[in-house]
C-alpha cells in the first residue's frame, strides 16, 4: 500500500490506481490534469490542484495501490 503523494506520482507517469476498499475493477487515472474513473466519469477536474490542498489530508492514509492490469506496461 502506498499514500496519496506517491499514487499521484504514479498516475502522473501513466498507472493507474485504486484504494483497498474499492471493488476490484474500479480505479483512477489522470488524463491530461484530469482525473477520471474505470467509468471514465470525470472525478476531479484539477488534479495539481486537488494534490496541493489535500497532499496533507490524505498522505497519512496508505490506502492506495497499483491497479493490477496496469502494471506490465509500465515495467
Given at each position: 500500500?502506498?499514500?496519496?503523494?506517491?499514487?499521484?506520482?504514479l498516475m502522473k507517469k501513466g498507472i493507474?490506481?485504486?484504494?483497498?476498499?474499492?471493488?476490484?475493477?474500479?480505479?483512477?487515472?489522470?488524463?491530461?490534469?484530469?482525473?477520471?474513473?474505470?467509468?471514465?466519469?470525470?472525478?476531479?477536474?484539477?488534479?495539481?490542484?486537488?494534490?496541493?490542498?489535500?497532499?496533507?489530508?490524505?498522505?497519512?492514509?496508505?490506502?492506495?495501490?497499483?491497479?493490477?492490469?496496469?502494471?506490465?506496461?509500465?515495467?
Amino acid at each position: 500500500m502506498i499514500n496519496f503523494s506517491k499514487a499521484f506520482s504514479l498516475m502522473k507517469k501513466g498507472i493507474k490506481v485504486r484504494q483497498k476498499f474499492w471493488s476490484e475493477d474500479y480505479y483512477i487515472y489522470i488524463e491530461g490534469n484530469h482525473i477520471y474513473d474505470s467509468l471514465g466519469n470525470l472525478y476531479i477536474s484539477d488534479a495539481d490542484e486537488f494534490h496541493k490542498k489535500n497532499k496533507d489530508v490524505y498522505d497519512h492514509h496508505f490506502t492506495y495501490d497499483i491497479y493490477d492490469d496496469d502494471i506490465e506496461p509500465h515495467l
